[in-house]
């Protein structure tokens, strides 16, 4: 059978099934903010309402409570493309050799890009169980993830991303465990049977956090970082947009050193509570870095650290047991300057991915966009009658965001 001219459409429709095909994280997230933008253009932002969190009256009379609506921003500001240049003579193949050969290598790199994007989110998750380094390698390891999820009241379903070692570390304890030789797809592939009732997957995508030099002991008489100063607390209306706060600390170990964003610390005394119950649970609250910092010129010389969640001990909106106590220890998670591989369990809730159909350029000859299921792709092309080469750009255009970290938990094995 002769081979068909291969139009810009005929290109986006393959480009597209194969960006679909090979994406992982992307499917498992919050997906419908796309309705929300009319516009198609770098910058284009929607806002989002925090889940609004009440208390529970005592007794008959009415205790009418102020209704109160945080909101965050997610901001369609990635732009990510593929180009590519080769004869035109190259057109004459079938879809498939096509594909193969230019389509389905650019693709895997631009689904990989939003899976990657989406992982490194991590950094706003403050949640993180079991051991720093630890290979996730039985079903005891694996279950401090589910159980994190149980403290904190995250409802069904649930999703986890492994690294392929933790990945075939668990699977290796699970005899009865088989990976599906028919999967089509990078998700069907990637899939392990349900674990702890938790839909489980591995990427190669999974982001590597690297803890801040800046945490240590000072040397001295004290052996921790410090709170510095009693009563840093928030109400929920004073942070309601952010969820995060300012705390104040000291006793660093070296001046001019990195606190990294996604750092991950405790604090003495102060414990996590049930988010419905507001019960103190057994274990201290888990803070993130939300911006990177640098330490003070002198371990008595306070640093401004932005955390998350929020210090809050009262009220509907209650992350804590109680406020910090001046020069209370702060424990990072982790060593100091120690790279650790990020695996991450959490509700689709947690984290949105908005992926946006892109504007066709006027005046191209040749230019198609493909949409389906949420995912879009464009595909412009230019030729280059000198050489008789034909030049080919595929772009996508998406914005992610951690619109409720508290969905999640980062999850290590344990010693």
């Not at 309705?35 to 008959?60: C, H, L, W």
């Amino acid at each position: 059978m002769a081979n068909s001219l291969l139009t810009p459409s005929v290109i986006a429709k393959e480009a597209l099934m194969q960006l679909d095909n090979n994406l992982i994280v992307a499917k498992k997230v919050y997906r419908d903010y796309e309705s929300e933008f009319g516009a198609t253009k770098v910058g284009d932002t929607v806002s989002i309402r925090r889940p609004v969190q009440y208390t529970v009256r005592e007794g008959a009379t009415i205790d009418v409570q102020d209704t109160v609506e945080g909101k965050l921003n997610l901001q369609v500001d990635k732009q990510r493309g593929v180009d590519m240049e080769f004869p035109s003579d190259d057109l004459t193949l079938t879809i498939e050799d096509f594909s193969e050969r230019y389509v389905t290598p650019a693709m895997i790199q631009l689904a990989n890009r939003v899976d990657r994007d989406l992982l490194l989110l991590y950094k706003d998750v403050s949640n993180w169980v079991g051991t720093p380094g630890q290979t996730i390698n039985s079903f005891s390891d694996f279950s401090k993830g589910p159980e994190r999820l149980d403290e904190g009241a995250v409802p069904h379903p649930r999703c986890a991303i492994l690294t392929p070692a933790d990945h075939w570390a668990l699977a290796a304890n699970f005899t009865s465990l088989n990976i599906d030789s028919t999967a089509k797809t990078a998700l069907e592939r990637a899939r392990l049977p349900m674990v702890g009732d938790v839909d489980t997957y591995k990427a190669q995508n999974v982001a590597t956090h690297t803890v801040g030099a800046g945490f240590g002991a000072d040397g001295g008489t004290t052996t921790a970082v410090q709170v510095r100063g009693a009563s840093q607390t928030k109400t929920y209306l004073s942070v309601k947009d952010t969820f995060t706060q300012t705390l104040s600390t000291d006793h660093w170990l070296t001046p001019s050193l990195a606190i990294n964003k996604g750092d991950v610390f405790t604090i003495s005394g102060v414990y996590a509570v049930n988010p419905v119950t507001k019960q103190a649970l057994d274990f201290l609250q888990p803070f993130s870095v939300v911006t990177g910092a640098t330490t003070a010129a002198t371990t008595t010389s306070n640093t401004d650290v932005v955390i998350t969640p929020p210090i809050i001990t009262s009220g509907p909106y209650q992350t804590v047991s109680a406020a910090p106590a001046n020069n209370a220890a702060i424990t990072p998670l982790g060593t100091v300057s120690t790279n650790y591989r990020q695996n991450v369990m959490f509700h689709k809730n947690a984290f949105a991915l908005v992926m946006v159909p892109m504007v066709l350029p006027q005046g191209a000859s040749m230019a198609a966009r493909e949409s389906r299921n949420g995912f879009s792709v464009r595909m412009v092309s230019a030729y280059d009658i000198t050489n008789d080469k034909q030049t080919w750009r595929f772009d996508i255009l998406y914005g992610v965001k951690a619109i409720d970290p508290r969905l999640a938990t980062r999850v290590s094995g344990t010693a």
